[in-house]
């Protein structure tokens, strides 16, 4: 990985004047604005707090490791298709990630994998020669699915009353623990049909798992600003903003003007910057509503000849849900990642109940060479039913809002986020 501070991101000194549209934020949604800016032509700034480029899907360097690992372990689906293209655009075929049809495995021997079909036989496919649950279970899995391109209200818990309580815990509960990150008590019926209906029901690949084979900074947001910087545009990184004022020409930040500005930040740290303005409240008590989930990453490392049979398996009522065995991926050999969505354990009882779980159920070394756990407490948004999301368009003319949150249909997702930053941006070039 190229890091973004040895790129230095400044002005091309070959151009006159400074880019006028600022993006506060450089994680996927930013980088996506800045992507689609430059598609058609249009120059900009972007100001990014941390060192590199990412927000909450970012590479880290842990002290064991020579190679980054991510702060977070991602899955990304074949319904990602504003993610993928913007991926695709930056990187040779086949070298960003690994893809392959839908395929579940999970310790105790639910086994799903789809094939080569047009949707919805696909999933049909994979229902029918499914392992692991009965014909029963089957026919209402696929009831279920019939009914996700209807509108609904309330809870998934509620959405899955009249599903067979071994279904509920075998399959849709894992799942949507995993799409939303929110426990199915709380979580957004009407989101989880829209995660079902987009990847399962629409067309053959929109579900295939598509895994990294890259950090998340190089897989997307570090490509991207050295592809803008080449276009002539800005990416500073290390650089807070903590003030943005109206002025007769558009909005001044750091003592420079734009025309256009487009907050790509995390719901959590927009207040800072809505609060002294009024006329932007509308946005602010929306962000102020929120609440948040967390997820931990556990990574473990094994000796290496240590290798799953599965890139990624599934465990049933554990901390750790999902384990992705890096080599598949990666070329890390013998390092695991344990994905603890919303845990209730932290720290080194967290450690070492996943320990324990990939010894018990997956035949893991007792000890592992090393354990690290990244613990991001505010991963996502709480994707409950009752959720208000802050709109992309604010009070003021030509200022937005992108990032995960805006986006009305997913859950806190990289393609929440891609798809929101080509919107903002997509407002912006028709305003010119
Ligand atoms: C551990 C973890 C696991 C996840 N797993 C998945 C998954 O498997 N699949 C999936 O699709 N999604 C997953 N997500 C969610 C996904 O990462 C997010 O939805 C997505 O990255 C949000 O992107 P964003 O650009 O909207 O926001 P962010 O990534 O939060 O980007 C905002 C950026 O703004 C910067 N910033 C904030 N304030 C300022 C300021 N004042 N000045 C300058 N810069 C500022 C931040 O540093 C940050 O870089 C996961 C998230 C986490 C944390």
Avoid at 154 to 162: K, T, Y
Avoid at 390 to 396: F, G, I, S
């Amino acid at each position: 990985m190229v890091g973004l501070e040895n790129l230095g991101f400044r002005m091309n000194a070959t151009r006159t004047s400074a880019p006028d549209i600022a993006i506060i934020g450089g994680g996927y949604a930013g980088m996506a604005a800045a992507m689609t800016l430059a598609e058609h032509g249009i120059r900009c700034t972007v100001f990014e707090a941390g060192k590199v480029l990412g927000g909450r899907a970012r590479q880290i360097n842990l002290p064991e490791l020579t190679q980054p690992v991510d702060n977070g372990q991602h899955l990304l689906l074949g319904a990602y298709h504003t993610t993928l293209k913007l991926i695709d655009s930056l990187h040779p075929a086949g070298t960003a990630y690994l893809r392959l049809p839908l395929q579940l495995h999970t310790h105790n021997g639910l086994q799903l994998k789809a094939t080569r079909l047009p949707a919805p036989l696909n999933t049909a496919w994979a229902l029918l020669t499914a392992k692991g649950i009965s014909w029963s279970e089957r026919w209402h899995a696929a009831r279920f699915l019939q009914q996700s391109n209807t509108a609904v209200q309330g809870s998934v818990s509620e959405l899955l009353a009249s599903q067979p309580a071994s279904l509920r815990t075998k399959l849709w509960e894992p799942l949507c623990l995993a799409a939303l990150n929110t426990p199915p008590t709380e979580a957004s019926a009407q989101v989880f049909l829209n995660v079902l209906h987009d990847s399962l029901l629409r067309h053959g690949t929109d579900s295939d798992l598509i895994l990294p084979r890259m950090d998340l900074s190089s897989l997307f947001p570090a490509a991207a600003g050295r592809h803008i910087l080449a276009q002539g545009s800005e990416v500073i990184t290390s650089q807070r903003i903590s003030a943005i004022e109206p002025d007769d020409k558009g909005y001044r930040i750091l003592d420079r003007h734009f025309r256009a500005v487009i907050l790509a930040m995390a719901p959590q740290h927009l207040p800072a910057l809505l609060r002294p303005h009024p006329a932007l409240h509308a946005s602010l008590h929306a962000a102020e509503s929120l609440s948040y989930q967390s997820i931990a990453t556990v990574y473990l490392q094994y000796p290496p000849h240590i290798r799953l049979p599965q890139p990624l398996t599934g465990l049933l009522h554990a901390h750790a849900q999902w384990i992705f065995d890096r080599s598949h991926t990666h070329d890390q050999r013998g390092l695991m990642a344990a994905v603890c969505s919303v845990p209730p354990l932290s720290g080194n009882a967290l450690q070492q109940a996943v320990v324990r779980e990939l010894q018990q159920y997956l035949d893991l070394p007792a000890r592992p060479e090393w354990v690290r756990t990244i613990h991001e407490k505010r991963a996502t948004f709480s994707c409950h039913a009752a959720l208000t999301r802050p709109a992309q368009r604010t009070a003021w003319t030509n200022f937005y809002l992108a990032g995960d949150i805006t986006h009305h249909h997913y859950p806190a997702t990289l393609e929440a986020a891609t798809q929101s930053g080509v919107q903002c941006a997509t407002q912006i070039i028709r305003n010119t």
